[in-house]
């Protein structure tokens, strides 16, 4: 039944466990947003945008991260030619790395330009307002020969049409919903206060993803819901893993339990298809103990004939079974 309104479920301990969960952690972007960005603003300090937008295509060539379609985009739209660059290195958690021309050039958050020792300079004002849009920063650095900051990127992401309805269904359940994200505390601040949710981790490196869910799993039931290959460990951390459709394989692989659509209603769903098994579950264990707390005493006492005993033992079977058909006309609630 699951599996046809878009519900993978892997092995049986998810569908039973799920129905215990009284917090989920949600990752944001491609998650609770669309997951495809765009640039809305591009700052050079020199005043050559273009040549920071050709840079940063340059470093962010062959990634697959969303930010990175973002520019390369932007690169085609502007027709400017995407060159290649040597020793590329990705920076787990903060950004990519590059040898451009003979200069050291990185493409990152504010942790990586912190970590770089520089600040933002003529570009702080700029950094402040973006980021109380809501916006996702990156900053374009050259490490060397001369350390310095060449421009600031600020993308910006759409909500996904179910993230609202999913988050109220959520409280509607008396689950807490949770904000789990690497991005900066501005832009997770202003999705956290559209949707509603009040517990925000933000600027969460990937490894401490996994920490931070670990944490949350003292209070109760925890699920997990993400995309990325860096949600992986979150996933497999967390009681209920929930990969959302579109996301990685590895995503998909760490969690027990998988939704073919990214449509963040389907969480909701699946913990209800949950409840709803487990409700099940409890009744015919009811009905078949009465049948027999009734039954056997009369019987060996001779008050049942074997006849009868033998209709109701069959009763017990149909009813048990007809009771457990009934969640064939189960459907995801507000879902199309």
């Known amino acids: ?22 917090a989920v952690v949600f990752d944001k ?56 660059v040597t020793q590329s290195q990705s920076l787990t958690g903060r950004g990519i790395a590059g040898t451009l021309a003979g200069r050291r050039l990185a493409l990152g958050n504010r942790r990586l330009l912190d970590e770089t020792g520089l600040t933002p300079g003529t570009l702080a004002e700029s950094a402040t307002a973006w980021e109380a849009e809501g916006r996702t920063l ?10 310095q900051v060449l421009g600031l ?33 501005g832009s997770a601040k202003v999705v956290a206060e559209a949707l509603g949710i009040t517990d925000v981790h933000a600027e969460v490196l990937p490894a401490d993803k996994a920490a931070t869910v670990s944490e949350l799993k003292k209070t109760g039931v925890v699920a997990m819901v993400g995309d990325g290959i860096n949600d992986a460990p979150a ?3 967390a009681d209920i893993g929930i990969a959302m459709g ?24 699946a913990l209800e298809i949950s409840r709803k098994t487990y409700a099940k579950i409890r009744q015919n264990l009811f009905w ?17 004939n074997p006849v009868l005993a033998g209709a109701a033992m069959a009763f017990s079977s149909v009813s048990v079974v007809s009771n457990a058909l009934l969640l064939k006309f189960w459907k995801p609630k507000d879902l199309e």
């Open 153 to 185: 990127f600020a993308f910006g992401d759409t909500l996904k049409a179910g993230a609202l309805p999913a988050i109220e269904q959520l409280n509607a359940l008396h689950i807490s919903s949770h904000l789990l994200t690497g991005d900066n505390r």
């Open 1 to 22: 039944v699951a599996a046809r309104h878009g519900i993978l479920i892997k092995d049986a301990e998810a569908l039973e466990r799920a129905h215990e969960v009284s």
């Open 138 to 147: 990156s900053w374009l650095i050259e490490q060397s020969p001369q350390p």
């Open 29 to 84: 972007t491609g998650t609770l947003t669309s997951g495809t960005p765009q640039i809305a603003h591009l700052r050079a300090v020199d005043g050559e945008d273009s040549q920071v937008l050709q840079a940063a295509g340059a470093l962010q060539r062959g990634s697959e991260h969303p930010l990175a379609k973002a520019v390369l985009d932007a690169c085609t739209a502007r027709d400017l030619e995407v060159p290649n």
């Open 246 to 269: 579109g996301g990685t394989d590895v995503a998909m692989h760490a969690a027990g339990i998988t939704l073919m659509r990214g449509d963040p209603r389907l969480v909701p769903a």
């Open 235 to 237: 996933l497999a951390a």
């Open 288 to 304: 078949a103990f009465i049948y027999n707390v009734v039954g056997i005493p009369l019987a060996a006492f001779g008050f049942l």
